[in-house]
C-alpha cells in the first residue's frame, strides 16, 4: 500500500498568484502540482472551437486525453478562453467530468511524487476536503488585474489593462455566486492577503505552515 499522500489545497479568486505558490511549493517539497483552472480552460478553448456547443462525450474523451504538458500551453490565457471557462465551470456535468480527474491524482500522484499541491475554486471543500494544509488566496482586485496584466503583455497578448481589469472582475462573480462549486472561504482555511506581499514573503507563509503540519503528522 502506498504511503498517505500529504495535500495541499489552495484556493483563490482569478489572478491571485495562487498558480506561482502552488508551483514553488510543489518544488520545494517534491509535490504534484496541478493547476485545475486550466482544465476548466481547456475545455473552454475545445468549446470556443466547436462553435460554442457543449458536448459532454467530446468533452470527456479530451479531459481523459489530457498530460501536464497540455497545461502548459500559453494561449490558455487569453482573457477568452477564461471567460468561456467561467462560464463552463457553472455547469454540474462538467464538474463531475472535470473532478474525476483531479480526484484520482489527488490519491494516487505519480510515484515518484510524496504529495500533492492544487490550485483552483474548490479544492479545499470538494477535491480535497481532508486536505492536510488549506490555504485561501487573495489580493485586492485592482493589484490582480496589473499582474495579470504585465503576464498577459510578456506573452505577447493585445490587451489593455481596464479589459483585464474587468475580465477579472466578471470572473469574480461567476465564480463566488454559481450554484455549483462556488468559491468560498473554508472555516478551516489560512486565509492569505497577498496584496501587500511579494512572492518570496507569501512562500514563506505557506512553506511554514506545510512544515509545521508535516512534522505533526510523521
Ligand atoms: O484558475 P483559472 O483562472 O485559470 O480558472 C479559470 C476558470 O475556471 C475560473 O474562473 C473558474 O470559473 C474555473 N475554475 C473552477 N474550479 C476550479 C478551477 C477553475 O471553477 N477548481
Redesign the pocket.
Same mark, same amino acid.
Given at each position: 500500500m502506498r504511503k498517505k499522500i500529504f495535500q495541499v489545497a489552495i484556493?483563490s479568486p482569478?489572478?491571485s498568484g495562487?498558480?506561482t505558490q502552488a508551483k514553488l511549493i510543489s518544488k520545494y517539497f517534491n509535490f504534484y502540482y496541478l493547476?485545475?483552472?486550466? *482544465?476548466? %480552460?481547456i475545455l473552454g478553448k475545445l468549446f470556443i472551437k466547436n462553435n460554442k456547443k457543449i458536448n459532454y462525450s467530446l468533452f470527456k474523451k479530451k479531459i481523459k486525453s489530457t498530460k501536464p504538458f497540455h497545461l502548459k500551453n500559453k494561449n490558455l490565457?487569453s482573457n477568452e478562453i477564461?471567460i468561456t471557462?467561467?462560464f463552463l465551470?457553472?455547469n454540474k456535468k462538467i =464538474?463531475v467530468l472535470?473532478n474525476e480527474y483531479?480526484k484520482k491524482i489527488a490519491r494516487n500522484p505519480p510515484r515518484k511524487f510524496k504529495g500533492v499541491c492544487f /490550485?483552483? %475554486?474548490?479544492?479545499t471543500y470538494a477535491?480535497m476536503p481532508k486536505a492536510d494544509v488549506k490555504i485561501f488566496m487573495t489580493a485586492n482586485v485592482k493589484i490582480r488585474a496589473k499582474r495579470r496584466y504585465l503576464e498577459l503583455k510578456k506573452l505577447g497578448h493585445k490587451i489593455t489593462l481596464n479589459e483585464v481589469l474587468l475580465n477579472i472582475k466578471k =470572473?469574480d462573480k461567476? /465564480?463566488f455566486t454559481r450554484k455549483v462549486?462556488p *468559491?468560498k472561504i473554508c472555516d478551516d482555511a489560512i486565509i492569505i492577503d497577498n496584496s501587500k506581499l511579494n512572492i518570496k514573503q507569501c512562500f514563506k507563509i505557506i512553506k511554514n505552515e506545510v512544515e509545521k503540519t508535516l512534522k505533526r503528522s510523521s
Amino acid at each position: 500500500m502506498r504511503k498517505k499522500i500529504f495535500q495541499v489545497a489552495i484556493d483563490s479568486p482569478a489572478a491571485s498568484g495562487a498558480g506561482t505558490q502552488a508551483k514553488l511549493i510543489s518544488k520545494y517539497f517534491n509535490f504534484y502540482y496541478l493547476d485545475t483552472g486550466k *482544465l476548466y %480552460r481547456i475545455l473552454g478553448k475545445l468549446f470556443i472551437k466547436n462553435n460554442k456547443k457543449i458536448n459532454y462525450s467530446l468533452f470527456k474523451k479530451k479531459i481523459k486525453s489530457t498530460k501536464p504538458f497540455h497545461l502548459k500551453n500559453k494561449n490558455l490565457l487569453s482573457n477568452e478562453i477564461g471567460i468561456t471557462s467561467a462560464f463552463l465551470a457553472k455547469n454540474k456535468k462538467i =464538474r463531475v467530468l472535470v473532478n474525476e480527474y483531479q480526484k484520482k491524482i489527488a490519491r494516487n500522484p505519480p510515484r515518484k511524487f510524496k504529495g500533492v499541491c492544487f /490550485d483552483g %475554486r474548490d479544492i479545499t471543500y470538494a477535491i480535497m476536503p481532508k486536505a492536510d494544509v488549506k490555504i485561501f488566496m487573495t489580493a485586492n482586485v485592482k493589484i490582480r488585474a496589473k499582474r495579470r496584466y504585465l503576464e498577459l503583455k510578456k506573452l505577447g497578448h493585445k490587451i489593455t489593462l481596464n479589459e483585464v481589469l474587468l475580465n477579472i472582475k466578471k =470572473r469574480d462573480k461567476s /465564480d463566488f455566486t454559481r450554484k455549483v462549486s462556488p *468559491l468560498k472561504i473554508c472555516d478551516d482555511a489560512i486565509i492569505i492577503d497577498n496584496s501587500k506581499l511579494n512572492i518570496k514573503q507569501c512562500f514563506k507563509i505557506i512553506k511554514n505552515e506545510v512544515e509545521k503540519t508535516l512534522k505533526r503528522s510523521s
